[in-house]
């Protein structure tokens, strides 16, 4: 016999997106929230993506710094060390810490598997237990995040997916990445320190397709120097693998993987096969048909549309995070619940809702060697949506900033600024090379803000800081955009 019970909110899915909607619906407003949470509290981010793949990949970041310095004995990467680094940013896979954060903040956690069973109603299926109904006074939110893409012909190889890179437990001799994104730029990285011999397969022309072109190249050339065999334009028709079996995360699974070129007599041999072809939003057992609706539908319109209307999707009903189809990031993520959870509260309340800024931009930062950082339009993005007489781009070398020189020995990069010259704004900024995600933020305030390069001028950047780098961009344009 099921049980019953009845809270404000009730999100499915434990991960940060899902935990800041549920704080800030009940921040202030006297609202209950509950979190359904069928694997560990805290989500892919926590365990499987970004604190595991940035605790990896900071050591082998400050080991490289190192070597490039004059004055520092060239350091030794001890890989036990770093997977047990790697092992104490995800509790060792325990998620105790996080349920007590949640209920700490006021927040129940129900473990087991939640779906959508009718109007603001959620039944959780339990290991061992009766299932729970829940039901929900003003809305139920789809917080459940995004799952691998698996095309074929690769699902019957038991491939690795993002989970296996970052919780390698057996580094393979051989490695090959199929995907040139984000994913598959940042494994290369530490999955090559580790000591794999990574070969790369690439369908586009380029790595990191939504970046600048001057990007890529940065990030390509890196990468080959550290013996990262890239193919750009390959295709792969043909995967096979012998005894290919779940062997458990990180762990190699199964014998040689054996991938097949299109157009190339040569057959790629690896140990192990990484697929970072993708990410989809994870909708498929939510129970959508039980109120009308499929995937298709509620990707569509979670989000209002211009004229205020949600299409079929009922008003108790939200999507957040990776599972709304928008940006698959999780300070994204973040952000909208933040922005979700005070909407709700105000509406539940009688509040006037805080006023949203017509357009905020997407910041994203990837952890190569060097590192990429971007926020806004790319050059391209920008001349399409102005044209091109009114956009002005300019870049400086990270060199040119004494704060970014001293950052290495040898340090190289690129700094770039897109400007709109009717409204003489920031409208996106690029940076490429040591630290560069640390400079982000600036152009990420600049353009939110909205504020004026003339104004931008009278922003000091201390001395000898890469920072300075703001300064020397701000000199580069033309003089009337300045004033």
């Known amino acids: 016999m099921s049980a019953d019970l009845t809270y404000d909110v009730v999100v499915l899915g434990g991960g940060p997106v899902g935990e800041n909607l549920a704080q800030y619906a009940m921040e202030d407003s006297g ?77 129940d956690v129900v473990r087991g598997h939640g779906r959508i069973a009718g109007p603001r109603t959620v039944e959780v299926a339990r290991d061992g237990q009766a299932p729970l109904v829940l039901h929900a006074r003003h809305a139920v939110v789809i917080a459940t995040g995004s799952s691998p893409v698996v095309p074929e012909p690769y699902a019957a190889a038991q491939p690795w997916g993002s989970r296996d890179a970052t919780g390698v437990v057996e580094v393979p001799e051989r490695l090959a ?23 790369m397969l690439v369908r586009g022309d380029r790595l990191l397709g939504s970046a600048e072109p001057f990007a890529s190249d940065a990030v390509l050339e890196a990468l080959r120097g550290a013996g990262v065999d890239v193919r750009l334009g390959v295709e792969v028709t043909e995967c096979r ?77 939200l999507a957040v995070g990776d599972a709304s189809g928008e940006a698959p990031l999780t300070h994204w993520g973040k952000y909208r619940a933040r922005v979700l959870g005070q909407q709700l509260a105000a509406r539940a309340t009688g509040a006037e809702p805080e006023p949203e800024p017509e357009e905020v931009p ?4 990837v952890f190569t060697d060097p590192q990429v950082a971007w926020v806004g339009l790319t050059a391209a993005q920008a001349r399409e949506r102005y044209g091109e007489a009114e956009v002005e781009v300019v870049e400086v070398p ?32 690029t940076f490429v090379g040591p630290d560069a995600g640390e400079l ?22 201390s001395y000898p800081t890469a920072s300075e780098l703001w300064l020397r961009l701000l000199e580069e344009l033309p003089r009337d955009l300045r004033r």
């Open 440 to 461: 982000l933020h600036a152009a990420t305030i600049a353009i939110t803000g909205r504020v004026p390069v003339s104004v931008l001028r009278h922003a000091v950047p």
């Open 241 to 317: 693998r012998d005894d290919a079996k779940d062997t458990g995360l990180g762990r190699v699974h199964g014998g040689p993987v054996r991938l097949t070129i299109s157009g190339e007599a040569e057959v790629v041999v690896a140990d192990e096969l990484l697929l970072a072809t993708g990410r989809r939003p994870r909708l498929d057992d939510v129970g959508l048909e039980t109120v009308g609706l499929d995937a298709d539908a509620l990707l569509r319109h979670t989000s209002s549309s211009s004229d205020g209307s949600r299409g079929e999707v009922p008003d108790w009903l």
């Open 398 to 429: 990270f060199t040119g900033a004494a704060g970014a020189a001293l950052l290495r020995d040898d340090a190289s990069g690129t700094a770039s600024l897109v400007v709109d010259r009717g409204s003489r704004m920031v409208v996106g900024a």
């Open 31 to 107: 609202l209950t929230a509950v979190l359904v949470e069928r694997e560990l509290v805290g989500g892919e981010c926590s365990y499987y993506a970004c604190m595991p793949s940035k605790a990896l990949l900071r050591p082998i970041e400050v080991a490289s710094t190192a070597a490039h310095l004059g004055g520092v004995s060239r350091p030794h990467l001890d890989v036990t060390a770093l997977l047990a680094r790697r092992d104490e940013w995800v509790s060792h896979y325990d998620d105790a810490s996080q349920v007590d954060w949640a209920e700490g903040a006021g927040i």
């Open 177 to 199: 990445i199929v995907g040139g994104g984000v994913v598959a730029c940042e494994a290369a990285t530490w999955m090559a320190a580790l000591g794999s011999r990574v070969t």
């Open 362 to 365: 997407v910041p994203q930062v």
